[in-house]
């Protein structure tokens, strides 16, 4: 199916619609209704409810995806890859609120298929976060931590941000890009 400007209104509407109900509680008529059009309207431009969960969670997972695949094998320090995937979260999680907030809430109602596709990218990229911690500790560019208790803390932290950010709006982007990956990293840093 073809990507349309109204398929994009569509899903951007159903994005900020699964983040305020949850993806379970929003019915094709909420989506049509906020729309301001017929539900069987919406079928000309899309096929399914799940069809828009697809799309949005699986977006934000590849961008995620291909940025880590892009920093993972670089030669630098693997602080400088951790600053880049941090300063990566912050971006989504500013210009894709919505859809990082589906994708954190709703992708296990994600069909079979998607959701092994979801499943594969999420445990790749986390394998792929988990070598430049283990690669950092070898090198003793990072303190020599259970990577395992730093994944969670970072990440948990990245995955939630969204809920923050969205009361603290008035931090300025950039203080949160500069001053974020120092506060998560500061107590790995060897001195």
Same mark, same amino acid.
């Given at each position: 199916?073809?990507?349309? *400007?109204? @398929?994009?209104?569509?899903?951007?509407?159903?994005?900020?619609?699964?983040? /305020? /109900?949850?993806?379970? &509680?929003?019915?094709?008529? *909420?989506? &049509? #209704?906020?729309? %301001?059009?017929?539900?069987?309207?919406?079928?000309?431009?899309?096929? #399914?409810?799940?069809?828009?969960? #697809?799309?949005?969670?699986?977006?934000? &997972?590849?961008?995620?995806?291909?940025?880590?695949?892009?920093?993972?094998?670089?030669?630098?320090?693997?602080?400088? @890859?951790?600053?880049?995937?941090?300063? $990566?979260?912050?971006?989504?999680?500013?210009?894709?609120?919505?859809?990082?907030?589906?994708? $954190?809430?709703?992708?296990?109602?994600?069909?079979?298929?998607?959701?092994? *596709?979801?499943?594969?990218?999420? $445990? *790749?990229?986390?394998? @792929?976060?988990?070598?430049?911690?283990?690669?950092?500790?070898?090198?003793?560019?990072?303190? $020599?931590?259970?990577?395992? =208790?730093?994944?969670?803390?970072?990440?948990?932290?990245?995955?939630?941000?969204?809920?923050?950010?969205?009361? @603290? #709006?008035?931090?300025?982007?950039?203080?949160? /890009?500069?001053?974020?990956? /120092?506060?998560?990293?500061? %107590?790995? =840093?060897?001195?």
């Amino acid at each position: 199916m073809k990507v349309t *400007d109204r @398929k994009t209104e569509i899903i951007l509407t159903a994005a900020k619609l699964f983040r /305020k /109900k949850g993806y379970n &509680a929003v019915s094709m008529r *909420d989506l &049509a #209704s906020e729309l %301001g059009i017929k539900a069987a309207s919406l079928y000309n431009h899309i096929k #399914s409810k799940q069809e828009i969960l #697809s799309e949005i969670v699986l977006q934000v &997972a590849e961008r995620f995806t291909t940025h880590i695949d892009e920093i993972y094998p670089q030669e630098v320090s693997s602080i400088k @890859k951790l600053e880049a995937i941090i300063q $990566n979260h912050i971006e989504i999680t500013i210009q894709q609120t919505d859809f990082l907030a589906c994708l $954190n809430n709703d992708w296990m109602h994600l069909a079979e298929e998607n959701l092994q *596709d979801y499943l594969k990218m999420r $445990n *790749d990229y986390e394998e @792929k976060f988990r070598k430049i911690l283990l690669d950092g500790m070898v090198k003793n560019e990072l303190e $020599n931590r259970n990577p395992e =208790i730093v994944i969670f803390s970072i990440l948990t932290t990245l995955r939630t941000l969204y809920l923050w950010y969205s009361k @603290k #709006s008035s931090i300025e982007v950039e203080v949160l /890009k500069k001053d974020l990956p /120092k506060t998560l990293l500061n %107590g790995l =840093i060897q001195n």
